[in-house]
């Protein structure tokens, strides 16, 4: 049985491949995905999806892109999403300093965001994971170039008891110590595959199985060609088919040096101990 612990479903690029991706869920037996909401225009999104399709498990967060176009309401609108949705879990919340200090200017994933200091990205993660801790609900993280703030932030405070997920962690072997004393587990990305992520999958290496997660990111982060198991026809290509989590697995395993079913185990441990029953209901 397959999880995919990070993606977005509700992303309007995939609305139109929603059968498909059902279906082929159905075929590599996938059980559950964690749909991560990233603003508060798409929490409704989540919420029909988890209507729609038993393996969606929804989750609400504003992601440091969005925090800044965030309206006055954010947290009690996020309070009262989380209040009607028992199941949901908190995420995508986190820091990135590479909207502030890499992207260019007129990337076109950043149009119409007013890209956030950090400062105040730091604010609104903090809120958002007191959130998280106060309902001890799994909190779902995004950090870009920005690891020694995160760290700080984790450190001062309230987390959830469950743990939380650093989702495609990039952040080096020598913090993995300091960000497990704190709860966390980490989750690995198909496309830290291609050659050019050497560096990522030595950190993953080093990371215990008991902290290993699977995710896509779809339509994020798609893995190298080799490993592509589905594709979306033309001209949806580029995109990242969310059954591509099958091609994750089996190379991870392989890193790690166990079968494909001992890693399949431990990332369903890891998977009930982070959102608990919601990973079997329904
Ligand atoms: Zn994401």
């Excluded at 996938?30 to 038993?54: F, H, M, S």
Aim: aromatic share 8%; proline share 9%.
């Amino acid at each position: 049985m397959l999880y995919d612990a990070h993606n977005h479903l509700q992303d309007p690029a995939l609305a139109p491949h929603l059968d498909e991706i059902a279906a082929a869920y159905a075929e590599i037996g996938l059980k559950r995905a964690v749909v991560n909401g990233t603003c508060e225009a798409d929490w409704p999104d989540v919420t029909a999806l988890a209507r729609r399709y038993d393996f969606v498990l929804p989750s609400y967060g504003l992601h440091p892109w969005d925090a800044g176009n965030r309206s006055p309401a954010w947290f009690d609108t996020l309070r009262s999403t989380l209040d009607a949705n028992p199941d949901a879990s908190v995420g995508e919340i986190g820091l990135d300093r590479w909207i502030l200090d890499r992207a260019r200017p007129d990337d076109p994933q950043l149009a119409g965001l007013r890209r956030a200091p950090l400062p105040e990205q730091i604010e609104v993660f903090r809120a958002q994971l007191a959130l998280a801790a106060e309902r001890n609900l799994a909190a779902s993280i995004h950090c870009l170039d920005a690891f020694g703030a995160l760290l700080e932030v984790l450190e001062t405070t309230p987390l959830p008891k469950r743990g939380f997920l650093l989702h495609a962690y990039s952040g080096p072997t020598e913090m993995l110590p300091q960000f497990i004393k704190l709860g966390a587990y980490f989750s690995f990305n198909g496309s830290f595959l291609s050659a050019h992520h050497a560096r990522h999958r030595d950190v993953f290496r080093q990371i215990p199985l008991d902290r290993l997660l699977i995710e896509t990111d779809a339509p994020a982060m798609s893995p190298p060609a080799g490993y592509r198991t589905h594709a979306f026809a033309p001209p949806d290509e580029k995109l990242n088919h969310p059954a591509n989590i099958a091609a994750a697995y089996a190379p991870i395993a392989s890193m790690h040096g166990v079968p494909d079913g001992t890693l399949a185990d431990s990332a369903l441990a890891s998977i009930r101990r982070l959102w608990d029953g919601a990973a079997d209901r329904r």
